[in-house]
């Protein structure tokens, strides 16, 4: 098959076997598969992964190895962490298998990722996608759950006031996510044509630097979202004392941050990740418009022009169509 692979270097090829599937899981015939942040760190050494990157995908169920067929010819979408499931495990017993210590992880971590023609994973794993939702918004499903993920882990209040920092394609979903909570947001970001794409949520977007008003509030709940120190400090700057900073990017930096005001404010910090699918996917089925995140979309002999274009300054999500339903 077809398929990406990383090993010191990132190349294209299709000579790569089609995985066996084990006991419990799919076989999915993937049909796009977006390029994450994630894939590009991977390229770079993060997680020191070798293999088959991505982990955002839709895909048709073709085998299932499991007495119940009931996914098999279904389109659908699939959570990246695979868990242990022993009730020995403390994590799974909590349904936290995000967390479970034996987990491997899609395209990430001990698992051959989705920038491939065929995957496998537990079936446990994966939500059908209803058939309105288009298949290139269904790939935003997962980088959607994190955002969905803030509002299990933070009791966001009607009447709080947020800021979003960071208008990548994450805090735009972010936004998308805490949307559903009535809170007043704000978000704020370099880039007003990407700030332009939430404008319809409700909330205020404001570019940075134009207003020097604005840079003296604080908030209830700060969202970082931006990948930068810069970014952390500015969020720090901007959480009121006793309110709530949400790290949403894995900022992997030697740089040293001055954590006094965390102290001094009493700032409570939540770093967050993945979520559970089945909310990112009820949203997606109001209708939702994301076609407007979707940079460009490339067919499977494209894969490393597309790769190379996911990398450069101001693209959104680039698609990779590994086939056609
Ligand atoms: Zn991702
Ligand atoms: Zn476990």
Do not use: W
Not at 23 to 41: F, R, Y
Not at 186 to 207: D, N, P, R
């Amino acid at each position: 098959m077809k398929a990406l692979v990383f090993d010191k270097q990132l190349t294209f090829r299709n000579d790569i076997p089609q995985p066996e599937v084990p006991p419990g899981e799919a076989l999915i015939k993937v049909l796009m598969a977006g390029v994450c942040n994630t894939d590009i760190e991977i390229t770079k050494g993060y997680m020191g992964f070798h293999g088959i990157p991505g982990h955002e995908f839709v895909g048709i169920v073709e085998e299932v190895n499991d007495a119940d067929q009931g996914l098999l010819g279904k389109r659908v979408v699939g959570e990246i962490n695979c868990a242990c499931l022993k009730s020995s495990c403390e994590y799974c017993k909590q349904d936290l298998g995000r967390h479970c210590p034996g987990r491997t992880t899609l395209g990430i971590f001990r698992r051959d990722g989705c920038l491939a023609e065929y995957i496998t994973l537990p079936i446990v794993n994966l939500v059908e996608v209803p058939e309105h939702i288009p298949t290139s918004v269904a790939t935003l499903t997962e980088p959607l759950a994190a955002g969905f993920e803030i509002l299990e882990q933070v009791d966001i209040k009607p009447d709080d006031e947020v800021l979003i920092v960071g208008d990548g394609k994450l805090g735009l979903l972010i936004n998308h996510a805490l949307s559903t909570s009535n809170a007043n947001i704000t978000h704020v970001g370099k880039h007003a044509g990407k700030l332009k794409l939430i404008e319809g949520l409700g909330g205020k977007t404001q570019v940075l630097d134009s207003s020097a008003d604005f840079l003296q509030k604080q908030f209830d709940v700060v969202v970082e979202a931006t990948g930068s120190i810069t970014g952390f400090r500015f969020s720090v700057q901007h959480t009121k004392p006793r309110g709530i900073l949400v790290l949403k990017s894995t900022l992997a930096s030697d740089q040293s941050i001055d954590l006094s005001p965390v102290v001094i404010n009493e700032i409570t910090v939540v770093g967050s990740r993945c979520g559970l699918f089945q909310q990112a996917v009820d949203y997606l089925a109001t209708g939702v418009d994301l076609e407007p995140l979707i940079t460009a979309v490339y067919p499977a002999g494209q894969a490393m022009k597309a790769f190379e274009h996911a990398k450069t300054k101001g693209s959104l999500k680039v698609l990779i169509e590994f086939a056609k339903q």
